[in-house]
């Protein structure tokens, strides 16, 4: 009975581990600037093809990429 609990309780480590690996992932933000539109956004995902990083366009809340996209010459000039 013993191995069982030790068991499932190894297993729900391991489960929430997973979840929070996937959390932290989620939790970066990216200015990027489409080509075709040259308009900046903030995306919390990866960039795709369509859009690059602007800049060091990485930060890990959407306020400070708010603040950062503010400050950066390519996204202002429009």
């Known amino acids: 009975m013993k191995k069982f609990l030790i ?13 929070a690996q996937t ?6 933000y990216y200015v990027v600037r489409d080509a075709t539109t040259k308009k900046c956004t903030i995306v919390d995902k990866k960039p795709t093809t369509t859009t690059t990083i602007v800049d060091n366009g990485m930060f890990k809340t959407k306020t400070e990429a708010e603040t950062g996209m503010k400050t950066m010459k390519v996204c202002t000039e429009n």
Request: zero cysteines; charged letters at 5%.
């Open 7 to 19: 068991a499932g309780a190894v297993a729900a480590f391991a489960v929430t581990s997973a979840f």
């Open 23 to 28: 959390a932290v992932v989620s939790s970066e």
